[in-house]
């Protein structure tokens, strides 16, 4: 079956969430599935799983590892993505103040959804769900059944190799984030 379709993403990088409850690990292995079937198809080029914990913090600096470090360059690259694109990715990614239970400091952490799908065309980040245009939310399911079917929305792609400020990379755009995690959008598949 392998070829008999155009290639629609040359990657999909998929985040998942580790430790949840079963529902949800069950959807993560069905979406992971899907993925896999969209490969397999000649739709998606290539698929990568990164697992995550819940949180990233929303600074580079903040961060202990090198995979923390990446983490938080590519969330910032897929904020900068939304912003390009009149999109938002709250309520599924959110910032919030924790504190820390051994230290006692609060810092400010980005919230990660259960499973987040990043796409890649031609070298360029293309689209990341979920997310929200302002009249609809898309998941990541229904994301992937427009990839299926090749009715999917296209969107004004961003350059992923592009240098972020590596102090801040999340911190810009926290402001941003933050006013539209206030926005009440059903994380429900439409």
């Known amino acids: 079956m392998n070829g008999e379709r155009q290639l629609v993403v040359d990657r999909a990088e998929l985040y998942v969430r580790s430790l949840l409850p079963e529902g949800y690990s069950k959807q993560q292995g069905a979406t992971l599935e899907a993925v896999s079937d969209l490969v397999e198809d000649g739709v998606i080029g290539e698929r990568r799983v990164q697992v995550c914990g819940h949180q990233i913090p929303v600074s580079i600096a903040a961060t202990r590892t090198a ?18 694109n009149d999109c938002s990715l709250a309520p599924a990614m959110e910032v919030r103040e924790v504190d820390g239970s051994l230290t006692g400091d609060s810092y400010r952490a980005l919230r990660l959804p259960s499973v987040l799908l990043a796409e890649y065309r031609d070298g360029e980040l293309s689209c990341v769900t979920p997310h929200h245009d302002g009249d609809t939310f898309c998941c990541v399911e229904d994301r992937l059944d427009g990839l299926a079917s090749g ?27 933050d006013a539209d995690a206030g926005e009440s959008t059903p994380l429900q598949r439409r």
Request: charged share 30%; net charge negative; aromatic share 6%.
């Open 67 to 84: 995979v923390g470090e990446r983490l938080v360059t590519r969330l910032a690259a897929f904020r900068e993505w939304a912003r390009h």
């Open 151 to 177: 009715e999917q929305r296209a969107f004004e792609p961003v350059e992923h190799t592009r240098s972020l400020a590596p102090a801040g990379a999340l911190e810009t755009a926290s402001e941003t984030d």
